[in-house]
C-alpha cells in the first residue's frame, strides 16, 4: 500500500462550492504539506503543519483553509471554489528534523 | 528574481546520452538541495539529497552542487527512456524549526529510444 494517499484523485466541481481533499499518511511523520502545482509556477506551499496543533500558512493560502484531524491526516478545503484554484494538489510528509519530504499521488481539480 | 531559478525546456535527447540539468538560487542561506523526479500523473519522488557543495554519486545519477556560484546541477549518465519525466529541484535552509522547502518550476526530459 501506498505511504501518502489522497483522495478523491479526480474531481470535478462548480464555481461556489465547498470541496474538502483529504491525505492520509502510513510513514508515521510528525509533518504533514499541502501544495499546488500549476503549469509554469512550479510547486506551491500552501499550508503546513508540524504536529496536531500545529498549522501554518504557506505562501498561498488564501482561499483555503486545513485541518489536521490526526498525526496521521490533514485535510484541506477550498470553501467557495473558483476558477482559479484548477490545479493538481499534493500532499507531502516529511520526519522531525529531516528535509526529506515524501508526496501522495496528488488530486486533479477541476473547478468550472 | 525568483530565489530558485529552473529551466523548464522542455529536454529531448537519444538513449544513451549524458543529460545536465541544472538549477540556479538567489538565496546564499540554502544549505540542504534535493532534486525530485516526477513522471507523468505522479506525485514527486525524492531521487537525491546533498548538503554540502561538491559531487555526489548515486548509480547514474550525480548531484553537484556549487555553493560559491549558488548553482546545483543533475547528471544522468547513459540516459534510458524510463528517465523521461519531470525533474524539479528543491532547497531549504537551517533556520530555526523551518524545513520548508523552495521549489524550482521543474524541467521536462524526454529521453528517446
Known amino acids: 500500500d501506498a505511504d501518502v494517499t489522497q483522495t478523491p484523485r479526480n474531481r470535478i466541481t462548480k464555481t461556489g462550492k465547498r470541496i474538502m481533499l483529504e491525505c492520509s499518511q502510513t510513514k508515521g511523520h510528525d509533518r504533514m504539506y499541502w501544495y499546488r502545482q500549476d503549469p509554469g509556477l512550479g510547486l506551491r506551499l500552501i499550508y503546513y503543519?508540524?504536529?496536531?496543533?500545529?498549522?501554518n500558512k504557506g505562501e498561498i493560502s488564501d482561499g483555503y483553509s486545513v485541518s489536521r484531524q490526526a498525526q496521521a491526516k490533514f485535510s484541506l478545503s477550498l470553501e467557495s471554489a473558483i476558477p482559479n484554484q484548477t490545479a493538481l494538489y499534493f500532499c507531502?510528509?516529511?520526519?522531525?528534523?529531516?528535509?526529506?519530504?515524501?508526496f501522495g499521488p496528488g488530486t486533479r481539480l477541476t473547478v468550472t | 528574481q525568483k530565489e530558485v531559478e529552473q529551466d523548464p525546456g522542455p529536454l529531448s535527447v537519444p538513449e544513451g546520452a549524458i543529460v545536465s540539468l541544472n538549477c540556479t538560487y538567489s538565496n546564499s542561506a540554502f544549505q540542504y538541495f534535493m532534486w525530485y523526479r516526477q513522471y507523468s500523473r505522479k506525485g514527486p519522488e525524492l531521487l537525491m539529497y546533498?548538503?554540502?557543495?561538491g559531487n555526489k554519486e548515486d548509480g547514474r545519477f550525480t548531484a553537484q552542487v556549487d555553493k560559491s556560484s549558488k548553482y546545483i546541477s543533475l547528471f544522468i549518465r547513459d540516459s534510458q527512456p524510463s528517465d523521461s519525466a519531470t525533474y524539479l529541484c528543491a532547497m531549504s535552509w537551517s533556520g530555526g524549526s523551518n524545513y520548508k522547502l523552495t521549489f524550482g518550476k521543474g524541467t521536462l526530459l524526454t529521453v528517446n529510444p
Open positions: 546533498t548538503y554540502s557543495s
Open positions: 507531502a510528509t516529511s520526519d522531525f528534523n529531516s528535509y526529506e519530504q515524501y
Open positions: 503543519s508540524f504536529d496536531v496543533k500545529d498549522i
